[in-house]
């Protein structure tokens, strides 16, 4: 691998890492599973950028979905984020 494809990697962890320190960090529930859904993307490229396309695919397709159902799952039960305090006007 070149040199640059070494940059390319750590690169993109970094930004794995910064994606999951945000995902923990926020206290909007929205944006910390959209977070969780970046951490699952960059992973699956990480994995397309060592050579292991179908551990790749399968990470996009497969948690990258999950996330997203999850995300649409926490939406519901929680109301879109929206307190009682601010239902009752």
């Not at 945000?22 to 859904?37: E, M, R």
Request: glycine share 8%; no cysteine.
């Amino acid at each position: 691998m070149s040199i640059l494809g070494f940059d390319v990697i750590y690169l993109l962890l970094i930004a794995l890492v910064i994606s999951s320190i945000l995902a923990v960090s926020f206290k909007n529930l929205a944006y910390a599973i959209l977070s969780l859904f970046i951490v699952t993307v960059l992973t699956g490229i990480i994995f397309f950028a060592v050579n292991a396309p179908f551990v790749g695919l399968v990470q996009i397709a497969v948690f990258s979905g999950a996330i997203m159902v999850m995300f649409i799952f926490v939406l519901i039960m929680t109301r879109g984020g929206v307190t009682v305090e601010e239902e009752a006007g």
